[in-house]
């Protein structure tokens, strides 16, 4: 009994997850490697929502000159789309929402995150992308909507 509750803890980890991101596109801005990083992330609540995140990736030259090995910048763009049918599962509906997705963006303290909040009143999905970081707080934000017009 005692492995059959194991697995049934580690299958919840797992679908408790925040979603992966698939890497679609690159775009390079400068000679010394930094690039700016799209990826999209399918909503894993939220059927038939995708997000597109734009982020900046700092080069092994920029690395090197600058410092700071271990730290992206906490800046992020996003823009979410109905992207097929759209059918919300069993989403967070309290006023915090819950984390759709997050990386690391230093060694520890840093991180950027999509947050997902409902707006009741005016059926929509709210995906705030942000920094969290343990020691200082970033008003870096960046939000995109998506309005629940038809569903389910």
Known sequence: MTRLKQTLAAAFCLLSLPAAAEEVGEIGVDWVGNDIIIEAIADPKVEGV????????????????????????????????????????????????????????????????????????????????????LTDGSAKVSISTVPLYQAD
């Open 50 to 133: 995708t997000c597109h995140i734009a982020y900046f990736e700092r080069g092994l030259i920029d690395r090197l000159s600058k410092g700071n090995w271990f730290e992206d910048p906490s800046n992020a763009s996003i823009a979410c789309r109905q992207t097929g049918p759209i059918t919300v599962g069993d989403i967070d509906r309290s006023r915090g929402g819950e984390d759709v997705f997050r990386a690391s963006r230093s060694i520890i303290l840093k991180s950027l995150r999509v947050k997902r909040i409902f707006d009741e009143a005016n059926q929509t999905l709210i995906y705030a992308a942000h920094a969290a970081e």
